[in-house]
């Protein structure tokens, strides 16, 4: 495994290079190791002791598109809110990432109706 070895004493930027691999996976729709990486991301920061959202809010829409994509609905739902919530505090409903998030939750919610 590529991250088997720690490859950083700095935890924002190991985890990182998980949201970075999850991402990657995400993009090729390997979702289960999509999944892993974003995990083991929000792991890496919980046992350092960050509970900081600026660290945790990119992992939250991570796990929202896995989740999307892989049909478990609810728990899309409430990942994306937990994103939204944050990035919405800083971002206008024109910045490209958060008018993406909230175009992908509006698709979730949409699916939830069916």
Do not use: C
Not at 23 to 47: P, R
């Amino acid at each position: 495994m590529l991250l088997a070895r720690q490859p950083s004493q700095d935890p924002a930027q190991y985890s990182t290079l998980h949201f970075n691999l999850g991402k990657a996976y995400a993009l090729q729709q390997v979702w289960k190791s999509a999944e892993q990486q974003y995990n083991e991301g929000i792991e890496v920061l919980t046992k350092a002791g960050v509970s900081d959202r600026m660290y945790l809010f990119e992992f939250d829409a991570g796990l929202a598109y896995v989740y999307w994509k892989t049909g478990r609905l609810a728990e899309a739902k409430s990942r994306y809110e937990a994103a939204l919530e944050f990035v919405r505090a800083f971002a206008p409903p024109t910045h490209p990432v958060r008018h993406r998030w909230e175009q992908e939750y509006q698709s979730v919610l949409k699916e939830m109706r069916r």
